[in-house]
């Protein structure tokens, strides 16, 4: 196995972790802002490391080039949505999730 491809499997390890943790996010948090906040971080960090090491266990070439480009179109797009889509949700109505009061 060559250096790039360590690196590569260590990207994609890395990012594919994020992502797990991302879906036990979005499972355990109590409402849609906890959840976009989860989703938002971990599709700016998880996505673009698999992308990558996927980028470098092909090497240099064209496709790696294109991964390289989705990367960057995801840091711009990804944090964008998330708010767009707060926004929205917030425009409609929803209200942010509160712990409930402890009587004493």
Known sequence: MTAMEMIGT???ATGLFFQLVASV???RFPDLYCRLHVVGV?????????????????GFSLTAFKLLLAIGFLY?????????LARAAMEAGH??????????
Do not use: E, R, Y
Request: hydrophobic share 50%; glycine share 14%.
């Open 95 to 104: 209200a942010p999730w509160a712990p409930p009061k402890v009587k004493s």
């Open 10 to 12: 260590g990207l994609f």
């Open 25 to 27: 996010g979005l499972v």
């Open 42 to 58: 971990t599709d700016t960090l998880g996505g673009p490391l698999v992308l990558l090491g996927a980028a470098f266990h092909l």
């Open 76 to 84: 711009l797009t990804c944090p964008l949505v998330g708010h767009m």
